[in-house]
Structure formats: structure tokens, C-alpha cells
């Protein structure tokens, strides 16, 4: 049984402590938060659940065997080299910290301690993305020519962090979890609407050695909600529609052939295949629900997760990078990557 | 009845003699190609109409005067300067030229010799963009935040031109025609999956003085064919889908207020606004039929067409601007405006 | 304050003790189950509630102003006139009883002693429904021309009931509710697609004095889930998609209008008319909880339910009716109204 | 070679010109029309054919091997008997005749003198319903359930015949060619909104020996245009979604178990199968080109249509049954087939 700290009991934390409750060989042990009322609601709750104001009596306490952190992202770097000092495993919120330079620090320090860190990608745990990955994987789309995503919706508003942390996060963390080579180059751009506040629309996208290209169009001033992904291989292609109550992916027979049929002069030369198209079932578990079963099978058996401190600070550097180029309005910003 | 000469019977010119057949007013009186089994079809459909292989005819012709040119794009300036030269009115089919040079030459020789030069951007004629032009212009939307437009599906690759030039030429003849500004700065990224051919995958940013961001997101490798416009105002966002069989248009009564309310500090004291949203009835004419009377019109009334040379030249500005910046990876490209 | 005991925490039992528990004016008093397993759960989840295995204790406590009855429809007539007999005004969920007669004898009950009853029809106290009705009050569409309502699903299989009585329900009280006149016979056919189980798939055709007509299509056989309602009028036509997350309610200015214009022989001298769409904004309150405040309110002030006891027999004579005429393939049922 | 001569160019007859003259194997070698100015379209478009008022020429036209009737079904009795007699192969458009009396004739004589007699239910001849006969008779299916079909949409009103002869017609077609049984008895309910006309606006269920059944949402009177078929299976369950651009068909690995399983008491003991979706490529050949195809085959092989006189006439008493049931308030009508 592993027992479990949550520090921050704000938008995303409930889940966690649910989650962890409901998880089994997981035992919520604590909740730290700043605001007693907060507290008061998990006391009511969650009756066996300490809690406290003070972060430091979790990792002070030597019965807790992994701290969670689900504060702004701010404080991530600060909690979480605490709690890997305090020998404690971690489960980080996603983006995993600020800078580049603090995900490395983590990297660096859970890895010298031996010591299990995951960052929340929730998506990576849903049947629709492990559906997509085992396509992949199987060679089934051939050469992959570009993953193109659109997450717009109206609002909410971040005040933090710009929608790129917010929402492209998502996109580069699947990427890194489905293509097998990372991206060299990144261009992106965007702007805030109103003064004094984060990007609030953004286009991002990603340039890879292979030849792939991958787009982000991310949003929280669209008058619909849309979560849809394309990608397109040699040899199939796939559409992701998040919102789809069932069939969210479905695989398309369809492609392109270059041929020597000079009838087809007009078009270059290009046959259009089309064949059929095939929806498969998807796993329906809660993606939290499998994430969190994963994390305790990591640290039981010494796993690496598949959402690593590796992963996480891969994400984090696109950030960096996109928000770079962004800044720059479309400036190439070319990924260097120092080895954690 | 003004008489029209139409250089160019391959894809698209069936539709230009058709159409002008059709139109009160015009009278297609000749048609040029170099392919003689083409110009036979035109004897079988319309026997009153002239053929030749040599275009030069139809120049010299003096009951013509009117000359449209549905040839590939790499003809259209020395066509479009001959017909111009003749004294001939000119139809040119979109993109307008390969260069904006070419452009900014055809603008001056028909506005010295005071002849009306009309540029196929056939959007501008549809009703689905008449009524967003009416909408707006009737300052329902508020401030534009942004436009945001997807044109993507399976093919039909080009030979000669990218995707930018087949595609998104559509999204910037709208937003010419939508917006009462020009856009100052691209950046654009894209890439051909297949050696030796044009991209065949663009995204296209543009950037404008009072802050408005448009982007075109266009592809001839996607499995699912899509023609989807975000617009979005700080009163009021449109979407129009264009393969909606009725209600293309869609008028959303939302939008985001800041407020200063401290219980929405998490949201960043953002209001969101969600009221009725409205389908307006569009017109169904057909887009190319109006477009042709309203050349007869402009001909005859000596106006200026909505889509005349000065439109078409600043779309190949465009068109030129964002394939440099395509090519250096996204690199930003400040338009700076020759007057023609 | 109004103390309200349950019977029943089934499948829906539970719904009604998190509503209650959170409506303004109301106290979950007490709650009764044969299972004691159930009342455990009631326990953990709302100690101040108490529990009980004996629904009679209930009826005893003084302190019960109302009795919420969530138990298989086989025994809402023997508890509910029980409640009634105890002086508890009453909340029964749908349908109401087995049988018309059993409905009019708990009507006549409640109506004798001053009771208030209220049927749980929740589809009633949707902002849909609320709009339509008022769309429908002011005139809007003119004389109603027909109801067409499609609700199919996969599931879940009812072991008791019909799918009309789980299904089709809905559209009956949702036409009591928005329509100013009843139906005065019935043509229903159906079947049962696996020996001794109810009718699993059936269409349900209500003939009205006035012309109007309505049909229910229902079924648990499926593969897709569809929740639609169609309703022409003279003037302009309403779709209602229930799986919508917005824009449920679709408002379009079409109809026919017939004309003397000869030329239009062929089509029976119709025109049509199409003018714009409306999607107007619904309130976005869960109905569940709108229903929980009426019941309090029609309790405190004396008020008749909008789904009082006779809205609930009429209904329970409709599936009467359109059971037997489904089990008669089709043979036209009339219906006789016993004033209750 | 086949030398057809078509009777009636009004609506239809255009369409069935055009086809032939298209069609490998067959001439189109006359038309006749009571409309002169009908004809000088003919002449224009098609200089080569003869253009006559007086039918009889083309029956008495020994070069003519078949004829072609598009007129009002009210003369296609009389109409297709003479050209029969005229020792004609015959092409009849839906619905055959106004009686099954009728049609029973004219199946008699076709086959006393072997002549070929197709019935134009062109839906037999789509892409979608082939692929819909393969798979069901494949036995993927396993045993039907049921078939549901809605056809909606704002008009064509028709004069002469009601929604049943003109929508719910195909569904009788598609049902005939589909299912190895015939319907038993038919239950049918609908009205006129407008006095004086056909009814506009039906619901039909169709009943099998073996269980299956099928139902009919048909009319001319709705907001939105629907084509939309549903088939469930003990197996498989299919939509077909006729506006669908592509994927029209799609078959669903989706059923119900019953089980002895306890637990599942509330959903009387049933187990729900949900598995893959797929979207097989359909045919895209147009459907009149490949029934005019195997017309031409059929006259020079001697081989039945897949939509003969006996599916036409088996359609046409199931238009009368159900128009009798519809006049009937829904009263069963059983079918007490004649044989022809």
C-alpha cells in the first residue's frame, strides 16, 4: 500500500484525491492546502484524511510514501526538489515547472535518488491515445507525414500561464508519447487580446527531422468547443474527435500514389486511394483511474512511467521554444537539447 | 451585350463559358486552347461559338471586348498584358500572376488605358461571404479578434502551384474583402511530402496593425474533407461552414467580459457570455453567376469591380510573402506595399 | 422547511436524496430501503439522514411533511396511497401507476384531502422544454401540423416495463405539457424481440381533434443513441436534439404556403419558405432541481404542480392505450376520459 | 444494340435520356411528349433522336426494342400494356401502377410474351444497398431485428399520390431486395394537413412471420431533410445515412446477451456487446447508369431484373395496404398475396 501526500486542494486536486482513493494499493494519507475552508471540505469528505496547512508536515512524515502536487505551476519546481529531497516519489501537475532549466533539476535529482517521478499527461492514459499509439506502433499508418490538432473553446481564461501551456501542452505531450524522434525546430505565433494578460490563441508548430510536421491551434476564444486531431501517414490515416461520444478515432484506407499515368498530367500524376474506413472500440477506464494504478505499479516495481521526468521536460522545453518563437511573431527557434 | 473571348477551355474554363453563356448581358463570342479536342467539345455544346488554337484571334478581334483567361497561372501576365494592350477588358482567373511585380504592371496598364480588370477570387460572390461582409461592416462583431480558417482534404494535388496559391488564396481574398485593414507581417510554415513537387501542407499566419491575427491552416493530404471559418469579435463570432448544406453561417452571441469580481481570481475575473446563436438565411445564387453580371455591371457602368486588380495584387503579395516565409521556416515577413 | 422522506434508493432514489439535500426549503428527513447494504451508503455519504428498512416509519413520523417514492412502478399505487392516507403530500416517480384506475384513485385521494402529488416527468422542467413551450404559448409556429420524436439507444433493457413505458413516456408528458388539447386515439406497433421480456422496440401514433400528429419511435435495440424532436407548425418549425451539449433547440422560419401560381402545377401549386435559423439560449438549471423547488413551492403556497396528478393519469391512459393497440398491431385504440 | 424509345420527359424522363444515351449498348431512338416546347429541348440537346406527340409511333416503330415510362403513374397501366402487346421490353417507373390489379397484369403479359419488365426502383441499384444486401447476406447480420427508416424533408408536395407512394416506396423496395421473407400484415397512420390533397406525411410498420420489423417515417412537411435507415441484427447493426458525403454505411459490432448473471437483475439479466465500427467503401458508380446497364444485359441474355415486375408489383400492394391502414387510423391490414 503507498501512501499518499496531495499538496493543493484548488481546480485540479479533488480529482487527484478521489482518484488516489478510489486507486487501488493507493491510500490517501494527507492534504495540504493554504486555505482552511478548502481543508474543511476534505475533512467533511474524507473523514480518515489528514490535512494541514503546512506542506512540510507531509513530507516530514515518514509513513507518506509519495507526495502529489497540484499547486500553480509556479510553486512546481519549489515543492517537488522538496519532496524528492524528503525522499519522497513524486506525481507532478502538468506543465511540469516553469523553465526548462528546473525540469532538468528534477530530472536530475529524482534519478540520483532513485526515486519515481510522473508528470500528469493525463491524455497519454486514455484508450483513445493508447489505441492511436498501438496503430502506430504496428506500422499500420506507414511513414507519418504530419499530426495536425485544433483545441478551441471559450474560455477559461488561465491567468498564469498562456494558452500554450495550457492547451498545445496536450498536443506535445501525445507527439512525444506516439512519434518515435523528438522535434528539431519549432515556430509558432499568437497574441493576447487583452492587455496585461497570457496568449490567449496560439499556433504552433513543429518541424522533425524525418520530414514530419506537426501543428497546434489552440484557443479559449472560440464560440464552439473543438478537440479534434489529424494524422496523416503513407499508407492510412487517422482522425481523433475528443468530443465524439464513442468512435473517437477512426482509421481511413486513404492515401496518395504518385504514378507514371500521363492521363494524369493535370493533377502531377497523383492516384487517390480510398478504402474503408474502420472506428475501433476504445478502452473506457478513466484515463486518471489508469494513471494513477500506473504511478503505484512504477513505484512498487521500480518502473519508469511512461510519462516521465524525461517526457515532462521535453514538453517543457517546447513551451520554452514556442513561446519563444511566438514572442518573435513566427521566428524559428531551434530545439538544442541538453541532456538532463 | 459585351462579347467575351475566353482563353483556356482545360478545368477551369468549361465553367467560365458556361457561365457567361448563361449571364444576361455577355455573349461568349470565341474561345481559344491549344487543344483541338477540347475546342470540338465547345463546337458540340455551343456551335455559335468561334474556336481557334491561337488566342492571338480573339485579341485582334474587334467585336470582342472582353477577354477572360482560365490558362495556368504561369500565362497569366503575358495573356493578361496582351488583352490589356488590345484594349480589352480582363477576367483573370485566381491567383492573379506568379509575381506581384507581374501584378502591380497589369494594375497600372489597365488603369492607364481605363480598362476593367476583374480577378476570379469567386468567394468574394457568395452569399455565405456577403453576409459576413454585411454583418460585420454593421459593426455587429464588435473589434475582430481573430479569423481562423481550416481547407483541407484528400488532393487534388497541383503541379505547378502550392497549397498556399490553390488554398488559402481563398482565406486571403476574404479577409481583404472582410477586413478594413491589410495585413502587416506573415509568418508561415509548411512542407511537401513528396520530393520534387509544391507543399502540399501550409499554415499561414497573418498579422494585423490593431491586432487582429488570421490564420489558414490548408492541406491536400487530409482524410476528411473540411471548409471551416472561425471569426471572432469582442461582440459577437461567426462560424461558416461551407459544406453545411444550409445554415453555412452561424452568428454566436458570446463572448468574454473581464471583470471585477475577486471569486473569479482563479479564472482571471473573466466573464463569459453565452446568448442566442442565429442562422441567417443566405442568398443562393450561384456565386459565379454574380460575379459575371457584376464584371457586364462594372464594363458597362465603368466601376470598380470587388475583386479587381488592386485585390489580386495584394493577395499575390500575400501569396509571395508567406511562401518566403514558409520556406525559412516560419521566419517572420513584413509586407511593405509597393503602390502599384 | 419542508422534511421529505424516501422510498426507494435504487437506481433513482439516490438522485433524489442529492437533489432534495441540496434544494432551498427542503430536508432529507429519512430514508427507507429493504436493502441495508443501500442504507449503509446513505449513511456514509449523509449521516444527519436517518434510515430505515420499514417505509411505515416514515408514514408515522410527524415530522414528514412529504413522501418521494423512487420504487419499481408495481408498488407506487400501494405506497403512495399509503402516504396520502398518512396526510404526506407526495412525489411519485413515472409512471405514476400500473394502471389509469389505480392513478385516478390516488388523484381522488390527494384532491380529498388537500394533498399536494406531483409525477416525476423531469423532462419537463428542462430549459428545452420551458422554451419550447413558451415558443409554442406565444404563437410562434402557428397551428402545430405534428410531433415526430425518435428515442433509441443500446439499453438498458427494462425487466418490468415496456420501452414504451421507459421511453415513450417522455413524449407524452412533454405533448400534455406543450399542447392545449389531448389525443383522442391511439395506433401503436411494436414488439419483443426475445421471449418473456416486454415490448423493447415500438411506434406510437396519437391522433388529435385538431389534426395535429404525433409519433414516438423508441427503442433499446440501437446502435446509435438519438434523442430528437421534430414540430411543424403553420408558421415555423422546431428540431429539438437532446444530445446537443448547446444550441438543443433549433427554431427554423420554413413552411408551405399554397399558391394559385399555374405554373406550379406539378408541385401542387406549393411554395416553400425558408427563412433564418434561431437557436435560442436555454437555461442551463438542472431540472431535477427546478422540479425539487416547484414541489416545495406548490407544498408552501398551495399550488397545482405543473406535473400534478392528472398530467400523470393521462399519461398512464396513454400507455394503457398505446399498449393495447400495440399488442392489437396496430388497431386504432380511442380514448374515453373518466374524469378522475 | 438496344433502341429505346422514352414516353413522358417532364420530371423524370430527362434523367432516364441522358442515362441511356450514355449507356453502352443502347440508343436512345425516339421520345415522346403531349409538350412541343418539351420536345425542342430534346431536339436541341439531342439532334439524333426522334421527337414525336404521339406515342403509338414509337410502339409502332419496328426498330425500337424497348420502352421507357416516365409519365403520371396514373397512365402507366395503360401506357405499359400497349407497349407490351407492341411486343416492347418495358421500363416502368416507380410505383409501377396505381392497383396491384394493374400490375399483376402487366406482369402476366411481360412474361406471356417473355419480354423484359423492370420497375425503376433505383435505390436497388446504389452502391450503399448493395454493399447492405452483401453483408446481410453474408449472414453477418444474423438474424434481423428490424429495420427503421426516416425519409423527411420541406416538400415536393406531390398532386397525384400521397408520401407512401413517394417516399415509402423505396423503403418497400430496399426491404424487398434485402429480406429473404415478404411482409404479413402492415399497420399505417398519417394525414393531410392541407384539404384536398394526398396525405403528406406517414408512419408505417410492416410485420414479418419471422419477427422482423419494419417501420417508415415519411414526409414532405419537416424542417430538415433526413435519409437515415437503421438495421439491427442479432449480430451486427447497421446505419445507412444517405447524405452522408461518404461513409454511408456503417456497420456496428454492437448487440445484446442475456445472462444468467445475478447481478444484472435490474437489466433483466441482458449484457450489452459494444465493439468496432466500420465504414466500408461503397461503389460510387451512379445507380441509373448501372441499372440502365442491366436492363441492356437482361433484354440480350435473357435474364430477370433484380427489380421485376413481380418486386414491383409486390411493392405496389403494400402502397395500398398501408394507404388503406393510413385511412384506417392504423387498422392491420393483412397481405394476401395473389399470385401474378
Redesign the interface.
Known amino acids: 500500500m503507498i501512501n499518499i501526500g496531495i499538496i493543493g486542494y ?2 485540479w486536486g479533488p480529482n487527484l484525491v478521489r482518484n488516489f482513493a478510489e486507486t487501488r494499493g493507493a491510500t490517501v494519507a494527507a492534504v495540504a492546502d493554504l486555505d482552511t475552508e478548502k481543508l474543511a471540505i476534505v475533512n467533511r469528505r474524507f473523514p480518515a484524511v489528514k490535512t494541514t496547512t503546512d506542506y512540510r508536515e507531509l513530507l516530514a512524515d515518514p509513513a507518506i510514501d509519495a507526495i502529489a502536487i497540484a499547486t500553480p505551476v509556479s510553486t512546481h519546481f519549489e515543492l517537488g526538489l522538496a519532496a524528492l529531497r524528503a525522499g519522497k516519489h513524486l506525481w507532478l501537475e502538468k506543465p511540469m515547472t516553469e523553465t526548462s532549466q528546473q525540469a532538468r533539476q528534477l530530472v536530475d535529482e529524482a534519478e540520483k535518488r532513485q526515486l519515481v517521478l510522473i508528470v500528469d499527461h493525463t491524455f497519454i492514459y486514455t484508450g483513445a491515445v493508447a489505441k492511436m499509439a498501438e496503430i502506430i506502433q504496428a506500422s499500420e499508418l506507414g511513414r507519418i ?2 499530426y ?1 490538432s ?1 483545441r ?1 473553446n ?6 498564469d500561464v498562456s494558452v500554450i501551456s495550457d492547451l498545445a501542452v496536450h498536443d506535445f505531450s501525445i507527439l512525444d508519447h506516439l512519434l518515435d524522434e523528438h522535434p528539431v ?1 519549432v ?5 493576447n ?2 492587455p496585461g ?1 497570457p496568449e490567449n ?1 496560439a ?1 504552433v ?1 513543429l ?1 522533425y527531422e524525418s ?1 514530419t ?1 506537426a ?1 497546434a ?1 489552440v ?1 479559449w ?5 473543438v478537440r479534434q486531431i ?1 494524422i ?1 501517414g503513407s499508407k492510412k ?3 481523433y474527435d475528443d ?1 465524439e ?3 473517437k478515432i ?1 482509421v ?3 492515401g ?1 500514389d ?1 504514378t507514371d499515368d500521363p492521363q494524369k ?4 500524376r ?1 492516384g ?1 486511394r ?8 476504445l478502452a473506457v477506464s478513466e484515463a486518471l483511474g489508469v494513471e494513477g494504478l500506473h504511478f503505484i505499479d512504477c513505484i512498487e516495481n521500480r518502473k519508469v512511467p511512461k510519462t516521465d521526468g524525461q517526457l515532462g521536460l521535453r514538453v517543457v522545453e517546447l513551451i520554452e521554444a514556442a513561446s519563444k ?1 511566438m514572442r ?5 527557434v531551434y530545439i538544442t537539447r541538453q541532456l538532463a
Open positions: 484548488g481546480y507525414y504530419y495536425d485544433i478551441v471559450l474560455g477559461l481564461f488561465q491567468r525546430a515556430s509558432a505565433s499568437g497574441t487580446h487583452f494578460t490563441l499556433y508548430t518541424f520530414g510536421i501543428h491551434n484557443s476564444l472560440a464560440p464552439v468547443k489529424l496523416g490515416m487517422i482522425t468530443l461520444p464513442s468512435e477512426k481511413y484506407d486513404k496518395v504518385f498530367i493535370h493533377e502531377m497523383v487517390y480510398t478504402g474503408d474506413m474502420w472506428a475501433p472500440r518563437s518573435a511573431k513566427g521566428e524559428t
